[in-house]
């Protein structure tokens, strides 16, 4: 028997109090933001930086380089340089690992990251045709056509006899244009970025001072992370949506059952799924990680929110588990679509690696559509109108089950659970 | 008509008649008596009608019969021989079918013609003298007057005693409201206080931080009147620019809330041009305790509780300068009349006219979404609003015309929080209507509204009408407001 420390988690968004904290960022304040976040780029840094086989000159970044990729060295430069990190980016510009210069495991971490990379573009490719979420009315591109005036052929004024020569100095605001104009994105960062575009930046720290400090960094450059931040210093890593990055610490203090490796994959799982389909259910997005440690390494060994005794034969024991428990009974949908955030389930954290698994393995040409319905469902749901002008993501919203299992249903058709059942009896 | 004409009706009613309506003159009238005298007087007109129809077929005058005959449809819609005359005919099952080919009707007795005039109204002037009798009987509940009123004025539009009776005053445009003409007057008087507090606000000028605002670790600029600072980390011209709007908001309240209640001497106001500096702001306030600054970091702006402080750290100028004046304003209120956001009608609907007034804008409301408009139509609705080209008094109006007006018992037991979309836009226009037409009632409104009286009660008192009556008496002043 080992036992894993309190093992804290933060993954895909900054949870509760960030999402207080992001209570006003609106419409308008993201647009403000993305202008004011601009983080230059010192000279200099000094930081090693690499592009697949190539040695880059960070003050000099070839013209080449994706824009989004170009975006997120020039963010962390300065970090890295300053912390004597060394970045390392994928061939294909969609990984930005940043590890201590010093680690000579870099390469072998980047090729580990392009496992995943490979076997998760393989298993859920983009879907064909993305589905586009539905506009509050707000944000509509064709404002609602105003209807005739009350007062007859024109409306009643508001001052019948003219405002005069009014004294105050400060124009009143005229109509925001309304403009469907696409986002052009030259932070790093999300800012609405298109799904599938951005550089996915994975840090690994070495120490907790590297942890804090980047962590302050990033509080620093997203002001709604900032309370957050300050809770997230107990953490051992984090995968975070927006701002499209995670990190891990590679020898945390005091957890004894802990393989960085694993970290890794786990995490850079998580990225990958935000990254081309933005926010999924708990149980998809954890389910998926574990599939891919299990696929890659033959075991689970992140825990996210577990905080007690793990036996040694669990890291590989996963598959027979399952396998017992639903030779005596039937999955459902509940055993895992209700699983939320924050707290480790056991049974319906299994659940959820064997039905993700099922779905990779037997239902892999519609999962990218399925998937896709999911994130639209969440963004057209998942908001909460302030007021008449501004609304904003509500972090804590997950996709309820009864929704869920409609769109599976409408996906897979009624069976899919009872195939999936029969799937983990007889193949897992 | 033929021989038989359309009148011929028995005479021993005209003698009920007019015994009751002698009678109105000496008490009030119930209901049923009331309906009995309608009943009568339109009896009487249709005979009157009746004869005139005659008059004009004796006379040839077949365009003006056609006339009266529809009028007597209108009025008794199965009157068999207007119908006839119009060239209906009845069919076997009783039902009236419109002519094939409509009928081609002429006036041939021009002498006739230039008579019938005065012909129809003496017809119609005794119907119009019994209405009057009930109006002047004083025994009316409001909606009957209206209705009794209304009635008689479709036959005598320019009767003065009539519009008198109904309480209406002579204007430029027609008979109207008293309230219509006082409030024509008060806008003129609002808009000279207004330009009399921008001009009479003291100039800010630039002043050093204090001890407290150095230990905030932003980037702080301040500027300073004799009784206001205004600080932070905004361009000087919106600094100065706040200054004096908060300024002259003492100046606009004092005058148009009739109180003399003066802002804290200390008053500052902080404006953070970037909502990326309110963490530090949070952090560095004195009066700031750690496990508040979640609260504040979820709002716009605030007033920072226990203090003369104000805060607004989010939008662009006119929106910081906006969200400022409706804090202080608010402020100002609850210090002068005690009155909070619990009473959400006033503190919305007055804090809703006064700013725009003093800063021309509308930006900081708040709203629950409609009850009865569904979520689709409530946000359109929100955002009509908040378009600045939007008029949100023809909106008010709109209310009334789609029959979505907020019963004004539920609405003034809300708190601002708990306000819907439409409720915010009912309190701008009925604060609009208090400011400008019942002024001198607003202050004692006011102090009934702040002292805890009964909401409900006190509103009656300031407009001196039930609420039936009010809402229909709103929508006319609506109306008139041109």
Redo the contacts between chains.
Sequence with gaps: MKHVRARREASAGPGP?AA??R??A?I??VV??TL?LAAPLAAGDGAPVHWGARRLDPAALPAELPPAARAALEAWLPWAGAHAYRLDLDASGRLLLASRASNDRAPALLALAGQVLARFDEELPAPAVRKAAQD???AAKA??A??A???GDK???????G??D??????????APVTSAPVVVTQWGSHGAPLDTQTMTLFVATDQDDFESLLKDLAARF?YL??WSKEATALQGFVLGDPLCAAYLERPDGVEEWDPEHELVNRFARLCLLRRFGDLPNWLVQGYAWHMEIALKGAVYCFPWRDEFVWATEHAGWPAAVKDRYQKERLAAGHFMGWKRGKYVDDAAKASWAFTSYLVTRERARLPELLDELRVFREEHGRI?????SWRRNLEYEIPVADQQALFTKALGDGYLQSATLYLRQEL | MGEAGIGGRSAPWRVTTSALVALAFVAPLRADELELRLATARAELLRALEAHADWCQAKRLFLARKAVCELLLELEPEHAEARKALGFTREKGGAWKPPEKPKTFRDFDKEALGEEPARFQAAVAGYVASLTGMLESDGLAPAERERVGRAALRFAPDDAHLHELLGEVASDHGWVLPETVQARAQRAVLREAVARALAEAPEAAPAALTERERQIPLHLEAVATPRLRVVGTASPEELALCARAVGALERFAQAALASQHHLPAETTVFLLSDPGHLAKFLEHHPAIRPEQRAYYQALEGAGIAGTADFAFWSGDMQRRIDGIVRLVLGYWISGAYQLQVDCGFAYEGFGLFLTRALVRTRLTWLAQPSKSLDAGADLALRQRLIDPETNWMDEALRLFQEGRVPPLGALVSKSASELSTEEVLYSNALATYLLEARSAAVPRLLERLGNGFARTQALHEAVGMDQDTFQRHFRRWLEERR
């Design positions: 109090s207080r904290a209570g006003l609106r308008a304040t403000a933001l004011a509050p009315i707000l404002p609602p105003k209807p005036p009350a007062g409306p009643l004024p508001e001052d019948p006899e405002e005069g009014h004294p105050w100095t400060l124009a009143p605001p005229k109509p002001t900032e309370a109108q302030d007021d008449p002008s």
